[in-house]
């Protein structure tokens, strides 16, 4: 695995508002559905390698605009001085998290073939990697290294790794939901954290909910 995802480097340019992956992840397909995740659309994550996944962490989505709006164009300034170690471990969880949920749904796809909702779901993972990635570089704070996925996961159906995924989302807006405490000082980052949170909860959950019942 990559130590460094990728660098984003013209993020200014995304046009998306922030608003919009609420809307678009309420209307994300499930199992069948045709559209991918609502918040990256049909688009994915961009095309780049990454974590070997099929598009990896590649940065053009959150690049030019044709992903998701996370960062969004009304990002409050980063506040300044000194992060406090709370606060960068609260940013450590959030994005460790997120590695673990990419790399647990491309070990479903390893095993089952480049199924619904997990192919989909990842990549809006890599989205919510690119927008931590910028929040860290913001703050000029040194990522940590992507963990290695061990021991690798497998499942006896789709269904029960759908459940997995399930469990997991439920975990990762809780987490956020106990981040956003610690976060309450920096506007900019409640505002990425809240766009993630909702994102699991309202969007990829559904999903997966809907995918364990149907397996």
């Not at 997120?98 to 390893?110: F, G, M, P, R």
């Not at 480049?114 to 990549?123: D, G, H, K, L």
């Amino acid at each position: 695995m990559n130590k460094r995802i990728f660098k984003i480097s013209v993020i200014a340019i995304v046009v998306v508002s922030i608003i919009a992956i609420g809307v678009a992840s309420v209307s994300a397909q499930g199992p069948g559905g045709n559209n991918g995740r609502g918040r990256n659309g049909g688009n994915g994550a961009g095309t780049g390698t990454g974590m070997g996944g099929q598009n990896g962490y590649g940065g053009s989505g959150v690049q030019n605009g044709t992903g998701m709006g996370i960062i969004g164009t009304n990002l409050p300034a980063a506040v300044p001085g000194d992060v406090p170690q709370d606060v960068i471990d609260a940013m450590t969880a959030g994005i460790m998290d997120e590695y673990n949920a990419y790399a647990v749904y491309q070990a479903v796809i390893d095993q089952f073939g480049a199924v619904r909702p997990f192919v989909n779901i990842q990549r809006a993972e890599a989205q919510h990697i690119a927008a931590w990635e910028f929040i860290f570089e913001r703050y000029g704070i040194a990522l940590p290294e992507v963990p290695a996925l061990d021991p690798v996961p497998q499942f006896a159906t789709i269904g029960e790794a759908c459940q997995l995924g399930a469990d997991a989302e439920v975990a990762n807006f809780d987490l956020y939901d106990a981040m956003l405490v610690t976060l309450a000082d920096y506007p900019d980052m409640v505002q990425v954290v809240t766009a993630l949170r909702n994102a699991s909860e309202f969007g990829h959950l559904p999903a997966f909910e809907r995918c364990a019942s149907w397996q």
